[in-house]
């Protein structure tokens, strides 16, 4: 899936369908973008799994802001210069990171982004990218048709049951 395409809208009635439609709830009674962690909160306290709703909740946002913006994103070769750029540094070693490519990255005030030096060039991720290439790198090592999370589901029954002793 590109970066900068929305994600398909979870089913009805499913855990991560839960999380969308707490997000468009509280959209609509609030008139503004829900934050992650009422979100997560109020999923946590029906049962559900914090890090899903952290990770739906973000998908979710991601898809709201590119239907507000018509589904247009900018991306990186639109911007000037061929996604090169310059940025000055400024007291105490602070960056401004321009509007076109803060948009570019999907990424708004106050969210954190990953940050590596490699071979003295400095490497800024967004959470979403960050996500899919650990996504990528992992998907490397299961084999085609296997799902993780039922191999996880399994388990945990069979470790309940053992508990259980049934």
């Known amino acids: ?16 369908g839960r999380v969308w439609e707490l997000c468009d709830s509280l959209l609509a009674k ?29 998908y979710w946002k991601r898809n709201h802001e590119a239907k507000a913006a018509g589904g247009k994103n900018v991306s990186a070769d639109k911007l000037p210069g061929g996604g090169d750029f310059r940025i000055q540094i400024g007291a105490g070693g602070r960056i401004v990171i321009p509007a076109e490519v803060r948009n570019a ?13 490699e071979d003295g060039a400095l490497i800024l991720m967004s ?15 299961i084999p ?13 029954r069979a470790e309940a049951a053992r508990e259980t002793g049934q």
Do not use: F
């Open 144 to 156: 085609e048709g296997v799902s993780l999370v039922d191999e996880l589901i399994a388990e945990r």
């Open 105 to 117: 990255m999907n990424v708004n005030d106050g969210d954190t982004l990953s940050a590596r030096v």
């Open 30 to 58: 609030n008139g503004v973008i829900p934050s992650g962690r009422r979100v997560a909160e109020i999923y946590a306290a029906e049962g559900g799994n914090w890090n899903t709703a952290q990770t739906q909740y973000s």
């Open 1 to 16: 899936m590109n970066l900068h395409q929305p994600y398909r809208r979870p089913a009805p009635g499913t855990k991560t």
């Open 127 to 141: 959470p979403d990218t960050a996500i899919r290439k650990a996504q990528e790198l992992v998907r490397r090592y």
